[in-house]
C-alpha cells in the first residue's frame, strides 16, 4: 500500500488541522546554512518542487544561501505537513484495522517506511535534495508476528537496503548472500544487513555506518555527494562523478567536504571539515568512506 502524504502538496482533509494549533507552530531552530558549508551542498529549493506552485512563485524568493521563505508561510507549512503526516498515520491504521478484522494480524509482516526525510525551513532549506541529516533520516519500522510482539527499539543504524533482507528472513526464506564487488550479472544479493538479528538482540553486534547520496550538476559537471553516518559523525565528500558505463566517483577532484559531530552538533550547523582538532577522525572518515558499506561490516 503506498500513500503520497505528506509529499507536496500539503493536502489533507481539513479536520486534521485542528491537532496542530496555530499558536503551537513553531518555527525551526537553525534558519541558516551551516558555518563553513561548501556551495555545493545547498539546494536553491525555488528551482525544486517548490517552484511547481503559484503561491510559492508569487513570494519571489531567490532560494540562494541564508534565504528561506517568510516565517508566515514556514509556519503555514510545518502545520500542512503535519496534519498531512497525521492524516497518513490514520490511514495506516485504518489498514492494521482491516487485517486485525480479516484475522491476518498474526501471520502478516508489516513495513512501515517513508523513502526520505524532508526539509521544513531547517538550514532555510526546504524538500529533500540534500545531504543533511534531515533529508536523509526517514522512517523504518518492521513488525514480526512472534518476533516484535512486546515492541522492540534499537539505536543502532539501519538503512533502506537492509529491509529486503529482513523481510526474506521474517518470511523463513533463509539469508540472502552479499553482494558481490560487481553485481550487475547477479541475480539474488543484498548490500543490506537483515534486521532480524536486531530484533532479538537490539543491543547485538552491527555494522558502524549508514550511506546515502545525492547528484549536484555544477557548470555541466556532475558530482555526486557521498554521506556517511557512524554513531557520532555525519562526513560527506563531492567528487566530479562519471555516469555510463562506469558510474564511479573522482576522489581527487572534490568540489566539497563536510563534517558534522552529532555530539555537539546534532542541527549540523557547524561544518568541522578541515578543522585541526578533527584532522585525524576526518582522515578515518574518508578513507572508510572510499571503502564504501562493505569497510563498516560487523566483523
Not at 495506516?92 to 502478516?108: A, C, P, S, Y
Not at 522492540?152 to 539469508?175: I, M, Q, Y
Not at 563531492?238 to 568540489?255: A, G, V
Amino acid at each position: 500500500v503506498g500513500f503520497h502524504r505528506p509529499h507536496l502538496p500539503f493536502v489533507f482533509p481539513k479536520s486534521f488541522l485542528k491537532y496542530y494549533p496555530e499558536n503551537q507552530i513553531r518555527l525551526p531552530n537553525n534558519p541558516f546554512a551551516p558555518i563553513n558549508m561548501p556551495e555545493v551542498a545547498w539546494i536553491n529549493y525555488e528551482k525544486e518542487e517548490l517552484a511547481a506552485y503559484k503561491d510559492q512563485r508569487a513570494l519571489n524568493c531567490s532560494g540562494n544561501i541564508n534565504t528561506t521563505l517568510p516565517e508566515t508561510d514556514v509556519l503555514a507549512l510545518r502545520r500542512g505537513y503535519y496534519a498531512a503526516l497525521s492524516w497518513t498515520d490514520h490511514l495506516v491504521g485504518m489498514v492494521t484495522d482491516r487485517l486485525k478484522e480479516l484475522g491476518f494480524e498474526n501471520d502478516t509482516i508489516i513495513s512501515f517506511w517513508g523513502d526520505h526525510g524532508w526539509q521544513l525551513g531547517e538550514h532555510g532549506e526546504w524538500c529533500k535534495h540534500t545531504n543533511f541529516e534531515v533529508a536523509t533520516h526517514a522512517p523504518m519500522i518492521v513488525r514480526v508476528p512472534g518476533l516484535t510482539d512486546e515492541g522492540v527499539v534499537t539505536e543502532r543504524l539501519t538503512e533502506f537496503v537492509d529491509l529486503f533482507p529482513t523481510l526474506v528472513e521474517a518470511a523463513d526464506l533463509g539469508n540472502m548472500p552479499l553482494c558481490p564487488n560487481v553485481s550487475k550479472d547477479t541475480d539474488f544479493c543484498t548490500e543490506g544487513n537483515s534486521l532480524v538479528p536486531l530484533m532479538k538482540n537490539p543491543k547485538g553486534p552491527w555494522k558502524g555506518a549508514a550511506f546515502s547520496q545525492y547528484p549536484r550538476v555544477r557548470n555541466g559537471t556532475h558530482i555526486m555527494g557521498y554521506t556517511m553516518r557512524t554513531d557520532q559523525f555525519r562526513y560527506t565528500e563531492w567528487p566530479s562523478f562519471t555516469y555510463k558505463p562506469d558510474y564511479k566517483p573522482d576522489w581527487s577532484n572534490l568540489f566539497g567536504v563536510e563534517l558534522y559531530d552529532h555530539q555537539v552538533d546534532p542541527e549540523e550547523n557547524y561544518n568541522m571539515a578541515n578543522d585541526p582538532k578533527y584532522q585525524q577522525i576526518q582522515k578515518q572518515l574518508s578513507i572508510a568512506l572510499h571503502k564504501g558499506w562493505r569497510s563498516v561490516q560487523e566483523r
